[in-house]
């Protein structure tokens, strides 16, 4: 949550295009002039790739579709493409320091929304850089794997600060006195300044996916797992849509995810044919939600094939249009990933 994505700390890449070019370029060495990248190759022939016109979500996370700016960076037309402009071979990336100290811990409520609350005060008052949200059901199914998750507990949140070592005796103070004031459990809840216990948080949080596709390869049904994100002022709509919609879903589900960043990961777990069907028909109204919220519905995982239909109904059919030009700019013989971000046709 802290440093945000990627992006921003790629200062170059080595790309191998689809006419066998081979692409360095630095940021700040090629930018769009009037919604055009142009492009010079070694033999003497030139690309002009047409950028897309839509407004991109203004979220913190966004990897639907090619990110367009009329005066963007060419980088940046490589970064969440999803192999379908060139492969990248090389990336130079920015590396932070390693901070002096963190203070990690998981923090366990007797509600949901207490939990939503308590997170919204400490992002930007504490600066955390890891906030990360379990709800009741991603709870009870990791207690199957960790039977000291604290009995009854209906949210958690993951954290982790960093510090200097001088600070550290008073930002745990300050965490637990607003946790305990925000409705956190303070007997249940773990802290901890030891690398190996920031493992261990970190193995709980990473053991719930592991979880739920175990879940899912016994039931036989393939899970629907979302990747919305929604601007900071909607987090808390969609928090409560989620609420909301989801004890109708007819089927098992959890909430789960980067709360910090307002990207949470909702999975539809079915167990026959019409629980299958109804998760689906739910799934396309979370859609249409979060993009009225001005979201995105891709924060992280990109495309593939299997969300084109979602794209579409955030860019349009002519947003469709509109990528499809860039790549018959750079892939006119359509070769790399046919039929990913947008249909072949």
């Keep these: 949550m802290k440093y945000g994505p990627t992006r921003r700390f790629v200062r170059g890449l080595r790309v191998v295009l689809p006419n066998g070019e081979l692409l360095d370029v630095r940021r700040g060495q090629i930018k769009a002039a009037g919604g055009i990248l142009r492009l010079n190759f070694s033999d003497g022939t030139t690309a002009a790739v047409p950028l897309p016109a839509y407004d991109p979500p203004k979220v913190k996370k966004n990897a639907a579709g090619y990110f367009s700016d009329p005066q963007m960076d060419l980088v940046d037309l490589f970064i969440g493409a999803e192999g379908t ?35 919204m005060q400490v992002k930007g008052s504490l600066n955390p850089r890891v906030l990360e949200f379990f709800d009741s059901h991603s709870l009870a199914l990791l207690a199957e794997k960790h039977p000291d998750t604290p009995e009854g507990a209906k949210a958690a949140l993951l954290f982790e600060q960093e510090c200097r070592q001088r600070e550290y005796d008073a930002l745990l103070r300050e965490w637990l006195r607003r946790s305990e004031a925000a409705g956190a459990r303070p007997s249940d809840c773990w802290y901890s300044r030891q690398p190996e216990d920031h493992r261990l948080f970190r193995r709980y949080r990473y053991d719930l996916p592991v979880l739920v596709n175990e879940r899912v390869a016994l039931s036989g049904f393939r899970k629907l797992g979302t990747d919305f994100a929604v601007p900071e002022e909607q987090g808390e709509a969609m928090f409560r849509f989620y609420l909301e919609e989801l004890p109708n879903a007819g089927s098992e589900y959890l909430i789960w995810g980067h709360l910090g960043d307002h990207h949470l990961h909702v999975n539809l777990l079915a167990k026959t044919a019409e629980e299958f069907r109804q998760a689906q028909d739910l799934y396309a109204r979370m859609a249409r939600k979060a993009i009225e919220l001005g979201g995105t519905v891709s924060g992280e995982h990109g495309i593939g094939k299997a969300r084109i239909p979602y794209l579409e109904m955030m860019v349009g059919r002519e947003g469709l249009k509109q990528m499809a030009r860039v790549k018959k700019a750079l892939d006119p013989n359509g070769i790399l990933n046919p039929g990913d971000i947008f249909p072949v046709e």
């Excluded at 990336?93 to 997170?119: H, M, Q, T, W």
């Design 85 to 119: 402009l060139g492969v990248v071979t090389l990336a130079e990336l920015i590396v932070l320091r390693k901070p002096e100290s963190l203070l990690s811990g998981l923090l366990f409520f007797s509600s949901e929304e207490d939990c939503f609350r308590f997170a």
